[in-house]
C-alpha cells in the first residue's frame, strides 16, 4: 500500500517537471519588458514560475509532516477516488476537444458535465450558468482585449 508521503512527493515531481517545461518553453517566446507591454511568454512563465514554487511548497510540507504523511495509507482503488478519477477523465477530454470544438462549445460542455458530476442536477440551472460565465469570457477577451480564442475546426 502507497503512503501519502510517497503520494506527495509524486504529485511534487509532476509539478516541477510541468512548471520547469512551461517556464522553458514561455522564455523562448520572450518574457522581457517593452513599451508595449510584456512579452508573449511572460504570463506563462509566471505560470511555470508559481508551478516550481507549489512543486516546492509541497516537498517542504511533507519534510514537516513526515511522520504524520507516512502514517496515512493511500487505496487509489477505493470508491471514494472514483469521481476524482471522473473528473481528471472529464479534464483530459477538455483538452484533447479543445482544439476540435473550439474554446466556447468545449467549455460549454466541460462546465455542464462537471456540474453534473459534482451533484447539481437542475438542468436549467446548469445550462444557466455555463452560458452566463461564457458570455462573461466573451465579453472581456473577445469583445473588450480583442483576444481570439480558439474555435471549432468546422467554423474554420
Known amino acids: 500500500m502507497i503512503t501519502m508521503k510517497r503520494c506527495n512527493y509524486i504529485v511534487a515531481a509532476v509539478t516541477l517537471v510541468i512548471g520547469v517545461m512551461i517556464a522553458y518553453t514561455s522564455y523562448g517566446y520572450g518574457i522581457s519588458m517593452t513599451m508595449f ?7 506563462s512563465f509566471i505560470l511555470g514560475v508559481g508551478l516550481i514554487a507549489v512543486a516546492v511548497l509541497i516537498v517542504t510540507d511533507t519534510l514537516r509532516h513526515s511522520e504524520e504523511f507516512t502514517a496515512v495509507k493511500v487505496r487509489i482503488g477505493e470508491k471514494a477516488n472514483f469521481e476524482a478519477y471522473k473528473l481528471m477523465l472529464l479534464f483530459g477530454a477538455f483538452v484533447l476537444l479543445l482544439e476540435i470544438l473550439g ?12 456540474m453534473y458530476l459534482l451533484g447539481m442536477r437542475r438542468f436549467s440551472s446548469i445550462i444557466s450558468v455555463a452560458l452566463v460565465f461564457l458570455a ?21
Open 136 to 156: 462573461f469570457v466573451f465579453v472581456v477577451f473577445s469583445l473588450s482585449l480583442h483576444i481570439k480564442l480558439p474555435l471549432p475546426i468546422f467554423w474554420s
Open 37 to 43: 507591454g510584456p512579452g508573449a511568454g511572460f504570463w
Open 103 to 114: 474554446f466556447y462549445l468545449d467549455s460549454f460542455l466541460f462546465m455542464c458535465a462537471c
